[in-house]
């Protein structure tokens, strides 16, 4: 059986737009995040070097992708 034989044109549009609609999710969620804190969350990471606030931010990003590629797969 050829590899290519197995793969159809639908699973691979809709594997894209899902990645895509992920992709776009996660850039909402860090508005959203960087719109509610008080303080500029790239200045304190970037500048500052605000380990525990970079930590808090990446643990929050893992979560979120954890949960839009559950949505997405059911």
């Known amino acids: ?4 034989s197995a793969i159809q044109l639908s699973e691979v ?3 894209i737009l899902y990645t895509a ?17 008080p303080f500029p969350i790239m200045k304190e990471i970037e500048q500052d070097q605000n ?7 990446g643990s ?4 979120l992708s954890i949960i839009i590629a559950a ?3 059911s």
């Open 71 to 73: 949505v997405l797969l």
């Open 60 to 63: 929050i990003f893992i979560a």
């Open 51 to 57: 380990m525990a606030l970079s930590i808090l931010i």
């Open 13 to 15: 549009v809709s594997t």
């Open 1 to 4: 059986m050829d590899i290519f």
């Open 21 to 37: 609609l992920g992709v776009v999710l996660m850039g909402v969620c860090w508005k959203v995040i960087d719109w509610l804190t």
